[in-house]
């Protein structure tokens, strides 16, 4: 089992730039593939960013370009740099672990982008 705490969420204008982080604990962190969503309020929970074990990236057209997703198998920590950031962007972002039939989430971490 892996338990996922997020952070670094906040409040940012327009055009700035956040980097949040999701700690892992309670299980081998390297073997899982791991994703950023994220969730607005009305709307369903997409993805905005995923690496694999063996780090291949992919990103939505929408989040191309401005967001990286990184990991530190050591530290046991998948990073999401968030740069450019719009107003659209606003919403709880939740950090996910999978490893087959295996899903884990982490609370969420608010990110509010306005001027």
């Known amino acids: 089992q892996v338990q996922l705490v997020e952070s670094g969420g906040g409040l940012v204008q327009p055009g700035g730039s956040l980097r949040l982080s999701c700690v892992a604990s309670?299980?081998?962190?390297?073997?899982?593939?791991m994703g950023w969503y994220r969730q607005a309020p009305g709307a369903q929970r997409e993805l905005v960013a995923s690496?694999?074990?063996?780090?291949?990236?992919n990103y939505p057209d929408s989040v191309k370009g401005r967001f990286t997703i990184s990991r530190d198998n050591a530290k046991k920590t998948v990073y999401l740099q968030m740069n450019s950031l719009k107003p659209d962007d606003t919403a709880v972002y939740y950090c996910?672990?999978?490893?087959?039939?295996?899903?884990?989430w982490g609370q969420g971490t608010q990110v509010t982008v306005s001027s």
């Open positions: 996910n672990a999978a490893l087959g039939r295996f899903d884990y």
């Open positions: 309670g299980s081998i962190f390297s073997i899982y593939d």
């Open positions: 690496i694999t074990r063996g780090g291949s990236t």
